[in-house]
């Protein structure tokens, strides 16, 4: 492919945790990426400036520092990049943050989600790839979660920011044909990780001989997917992006909060302080995905051990990592 065919990918929220390793993964795919990303300081703006630093060179990718609901600068962004497809990453996460302040979630997550969408209408772009979430399943009874659950009773105004974003994403495809997958990421952890997930910050505090604060009563779950598999489910939508689709991106494996710890713990060589609190508000019990729509239609084979990703992650950490 020269130079002139590679086709371009706009990436919102490029400089984050799973935006930086898809940018660079979208590069070794001999795609142009151009980086969308704020720099907000949900969590220190410097760590997102080091995530992409080293792409900076590349003459491949390109970053704007705009803000997603910025009409007028998503519209000069495209006009420039003429973009192929969008993947759109840029959101406030986090759950118990947007319990505070949930008119600031809705704003990035929901009207940014649309400014993207209606730019894309003005420039002909018609294909995306939404990052949605596993906190769309609320406290869903039915265990693994299947995309043909009902999603009615999310818990958290993040939560149902995304599950609006997903309703937004589907009033497009049916008005304009637009053709989007969303995908569901079930906790995604590796290098880089956000500092306020609980594998980064139970780390951190271990580390530091801090308690941990574990909120229940250490036997709730989750299902937990390495950043390398994340990356697969994005890039196997890439080419079978058709129609309206919705997708788990999980590895199907239930990791007890207690098992988390004693891995992490294993890895570090140390042992936590631990503190026990009541179940936090918006925070689930459970998660656990039936990835089968994902393998039959997308390919997806999640194949990371966790003890192996944790063990990864805590090189990271304890090499070069923030
Ligand atoms: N990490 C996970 O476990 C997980 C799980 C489910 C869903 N997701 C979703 O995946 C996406 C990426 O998550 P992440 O963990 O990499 O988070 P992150 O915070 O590291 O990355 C998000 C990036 O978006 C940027 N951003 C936020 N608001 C913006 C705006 N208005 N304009 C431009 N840029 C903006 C931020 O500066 C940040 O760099 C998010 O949409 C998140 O909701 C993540």
């Not at 002139?4 to 990426?33: M, N, P, Q, W």
């Not at 704003?107 to 769309?136: K, P, Q, W, Y």
């Not at 290098?191 to 308690?211: C, E, G, M, Y």
Request: net charge neutral; aromatic share 12%; glycine share 6%.
């Amino acid at each position: 492919m020269t130079k002139k065919d590679k086709s371009c990918i706009l990436v919102t929220g490029g400089a984050g945790f799973i935006g930086s390793h898809l940018c660079e993964y979208l590069l070794r795919s001999d795609h142009k990426v151009v980086c969308v990303d704020n720099f907000n300081n949900f969590y220190d703006p410097g760590i997102k400036e080091q995530n992409i630093s080293a792409l900076m060179n590349n003459e491949d990718f390109s970053l704007v520092r705009a803000d997603i609901r910025n009409r007028a600068g998503m519209a000069e962004i495209f006009e420039e990049n003429n973009p192929d497809l969008i993947i759109h990453l840029a959101a406030m996460p986090g759950v118990r943050p947007s319990i505070i302040d949930p008119f600031h979630y809705y704003d990035v997550n929901v009207n940014g989600t649309l400014t993207v969408l209606e730019t894309m209408r003005r420039f002909n772009v018609s294909r995306m790839i939404f990052a949605s979430s596993s906190s769309v399943y609320g406290n869903n009874a039915k265990i693994p979660f299947s995309e043909s659950d009902p999603v009615d009773n999310p818990i958290s105004p993040y939560a149902s920011s995304k599950r609006a974003c997903e309703l937004l994403c589907s009033t497009y495809h049916s008005l304009y044909r637009f053709e989007i997958s969303c995908l569901r990421f079930f906790t995604v952890y590796g290098p880089r990780q956000r500092p306020d997930l609980a594998i980064h910050s139970f780390t951190n505090k271990i580390i530091d001989d801090r308690p941990i604060q574990i909120y229940g009563d250490g036997n709730s779950f989750r299902d937990y997917t390495y950043i390398d598999d994340a990356l697969q489910g994005i890039g196997n939508s890439i080419s079978r992006l058709k129609g309206f689709n919705i997708y788990n991106i999980g590895e199907s494996r239930k990791v007890l909060l207690s098992e988390v710890i004693e891995t992490i713990e294993d890895a570090l060589g140390k042992k936590a302080i631990k503190e026990f609190l009541p179940f936090q508000a918006g925070d689930v019990n459970a998660t656990y995905a039936d990835i089968s729509k994902a393998m039959r239609e997308l390919d997806y084979k999640p194949s990371f051990d966790f003890k192996k990703g944790i063990a990864e992650f805590i090189r990271w950490k304890l090499g070069r990592g923030f």
